[in-house]
């Protein structure tokens, strides 16, 4: 039986195995996908294990994306560019693969939401400089974005990632975020504002043109305020659902061997998971 698991500290909020159990019973795959509770002091260890316990990889999250990167044997160009790992493969002669996928995530979720996107299309605004807007970013350059406006409440995180990832990069200061939307084709939301349990995202659309898609990386609600307010002017808008499901297809077709489909009936069963108690 193949295995796979998600691996953090804490973990249980992950909703991981969700997805990956309906791709295992959808597909009549014999595996299965478990929490791994890791704390930070044991990572290197645990990782090491994984194929000793019959693992053929494991997902990471926080804290373990950037530590794991030292820790590997082989990292792929992608994950060393955005400086996090969120994929681990057993690989077949013993080393540890490590790679993200979260910027393919965030691409392919817009490109499925909104058939005909090209990043190309404009200047992208990104709210936030960690981990997730390191990813968005990434994923943007690569599919040709002419220009990003990176907006964060401090600048020392946002000079840092302009450096690791290149490009055309301009760093403006949170106060000038109503005024940097102005010509966009394109708005994330990387940063918690909005969340569930977070404060509200203030921020106002009027400069936003009309035809600009929104995407707030959020999903927990669903239907974040920024994404209802894009909604009530008219804006394209794509959640942040799809950017968890879509990230998770090459671990899955990594570990047990088949490209798995993000499909109506995944995202429901994701959805039923998220409103359960």
């Not at 992608?78 to 691409?107: M, P, Q, Y």
């Not at 990632?161 to 005024?179: F, H, M, N, P, Q």
């Not at 047990?256 to 489909?261: K, N, Q, R, S």
């Amino acid at each position: 039986m193949k295995r796979a698991g998600v691996m953090g500290w804490p973990v249980a909020q992950s909703r991981s195995p969700v997805l990956h159990r309906f791709w295992l019973e959808h597909y009549g795959i014999e595996g299965d996908y478990t929490l791994l509770p890791v704390p930070p002091e044991a990572l290197e260890r645990e990782l090491r294990a994984l194929a000793g316990r019959g693992f053929a990889g494991c997902n990471l999250t926080l804290p373990h994306k950037e530590p794991s990167l030292a820790l590997l044997d082989r990292v792929d160009a992608t994950a060393r560019r955005i400086g996090a790992v969120n994929t681990v493969v057993a690989a077949a002669d013993g080393a540890l693969e490590g790679s993200n996928t979260d910027a393919f995530g965030f691409h392919a979720s817009l490109a499925a939401a909104l058939p005909g996107w090209s990043a190309a299309s404009g200047p992208a605004v990104v709210l936030g400089a960690g981990g997730s807007a390191r990813a968005v970013v990434a994923a943007l350059l690569d599919h040709g974005a002419p220009e990003i406006r990176l907006v964060n409440r401090g600048s020392a995180r946002a000079e840092a990632l302009a450096a690791a990832l290149g490009g055309r990069i301009d760093i403006l200061a949170w106060e000038s975020r109503a005024d940097a939307l102005a010509g966009a084709a394109l708005l994330v939301n990387t940063t918690s504002l909005g969340m569930a349990g977070q404060p509200p995202l203030d921020l106002a659309l009027d400069a936003l043109p009309e035809g600009a898609v929104v995407s707030d990386i959020v999903y927990v609600p669903l239907r974040t305020g920024l994404l209802a307010a894009a909604q009530a002017r008219g804006n394209p808008t794509v959640d942040g659902l799809g950017m968890l499901l879509y990230q998770a297809q090459p671990g899955f077709a990594a570990w047990f061997g088949l490209w798995p489909e993000v499909s109506p009936a995944l995202r429901a069963r994701v959805l039923a998971s998220l409103a359960a108690p």
